[in-house]
């Protein structure tokens, strides 16, 4: 909401003001990169973290390297981005966000039942006639995701092969290390290295991927009907309002913010009672299921 005030604020004064504008545009991005910095910090270890190495698993490391150089050679990633991942993006771009279907459901509030019986012509005229620049607009949204993420990849890979190394000299002996170089040294040891990565992302094995979804939203009932019962056995997590004094005063020396500010954060909506009586959790996230398996 501040990030939000301090952008109308820009706005309102930009032809007013100019240099003011600029100066609350540049601290409004300012404040954004500081979240993004902190958030990044928080979260900058979800993966987990490695053991350090042994010392004999240090000594494997130059054949280990020597292994990975063969498999995940330099420019892997990038590769991989154009020959695999831009055509598999392009595809999902296109199911969802170009999807005919997927834009009237958006644009006009009905449900996907309603659009069942309507033919692919239809619905790709009626697509047109609501969202006549999607095509253009999806196509560029698409390009500016995979610069960004070729971008990214083509940063970590060096990190990525470093850490392959090191998961080589853990898992395989010197012995097996050596065997491996020297079969990666024949001709067809040679296109499986080069090779064995793009494999895994090639369309023959993502197409198989497809019956992932169907399976997934026809289990996800059960399932979700199973954590709903796990969920009832145990009370929810409490907000600052539902803390005693003591707690509240504990919680603010913790995190460093002040009773004011954590009373004022809470979410709008957090002092009435953990029970919805009229729909459960359970309910709300079954009626979402139900939906995106129907779309």
Not at 44 to 68: H, K, N, Y
Not at 189 to 208: L, N, R, T
Not at 221 to 247: Q, W
Request: hydrophobic share 45%; aromatic share 6%.
């Amino acid at each position: 909401m501040k990030r939000l005030t301090t952008a109308l604020s820009a706005l309102a004064l930009i032809t007013a003001t100019p240099a003011l504008a600029q100066e609350e545009d540049s601290a409004a991005e300012t404040e954004m990169q500081q979240e993004l910095d902190a958030m990044s910090a928080l979260f900058g270890d979800m993966f987990g973290s490695a053991d350090p190495l042994t010392p004999a698993q240090e000594a494997r490391l130059p054949a280990a390297q020597s292994v990975v150089l063969k498999l995940f050679p330099q420019g892997t990633y990038a590769r991989m981005m154009d020959e695999t991942m831009k055509p598999m993006m392009d595809g999902i771009l296109g199911n969802l966000a170009g999807s005919p279907a997927m834009q009237i459901i958006e644009l006009t509030g009905l449900a996907p039942s309603e659009l069942a019986g309507v033919d692919e012509a239809k619905l790709s005229q009626a697509a047109a006639l609501l969202d006549p620049s999607a095509s253009e607009r999806n196509a560029e949204i698409g390009g500016t995701m995979m610069n960004l993420i070729s971008d990214i990849v083509v940063q970590v890979e060096p990190s990525y092969r470093a850490g392959l190394a090191r998961a080589y000299a853990v898992r395989f002996t010197p012995a097996e290390l050596s065997d491996l170089d020297a079969y990666f040294a024949t001709p067809v040891g040679q296109k499986y290295a080069a090779e064995s990565f793009m494999i895994f992302a090639d369309p023959q094995v993502m197409s198989s991927m497809n019956e992932m979804m169907p399976a997934v939203m026809k289990a996800m009932p059960d399932v979700m009907g199973d954590v709903g019962k796990i969920a009832e056995k145990y009370p929810k997590g409490r907000t600052f309002s539902a803390l005693d004094p003591a707690e509240q005063d504990k919680l603010a020396a913790l995190l460093g913010v002040s009773l004011e500010d954590l009373a004022a954060r809470e979410p709008e909506g957090a002092q009435s009672s953990t029970k919805d009586t009229s729909m459960s959790e359970a309910d709300r996230e079954m009626d979402w299921v139900e939906q995106e398996g129907a779309s």
